[in-house]
């Protein structure tokens, strides 16, 4: 893996690519760091979720939580 951070100085950018990942998929991405900074600031809580399952799935997901933990004991 190859990973960079760089502050253009126009609007065009040149890639070579190296010659192990000739033939491969690849990935590219082009983001602004701070961007990437805000994004975060905006994490998702589980609070965020309350409410999206019925009152009977949380009871038989509990069931089965509590029966996971009672085998690990």
């Known amino acids: 893996m190859i990973r960079t951070r760089l ?3 126009n ?3 040149h890639l070579s ?3 192990g990942y000739v033939g491969k ?3 590219v991405r082009l983001y602004a760091i ?3 900074k ?3 600031v905006n994490t ?3 609070k965020d979720f309350r409410g999206t399952l ?3 799935t949380a009871t038989e997901l509990q069931k089965k939580v509590n029966i996971d933990r009672n085998e690990w004991s």
């Open 54 to 56: 019925s009152k009977e």
């Open 34 to 36: 701070d961007e990437l």
């Open 25 to 27: 998929s690849i990935e």
């Open 7 to 9: 502050t253009p100085k």
């Open 44 to 46: 998702v809580t589980m």
């Open 17 to 19: 690519i190296p010659e």
């Open 38 to 40: 805000e994004e975060s």
């Open 11 to 13: 609007t065009d950018l």
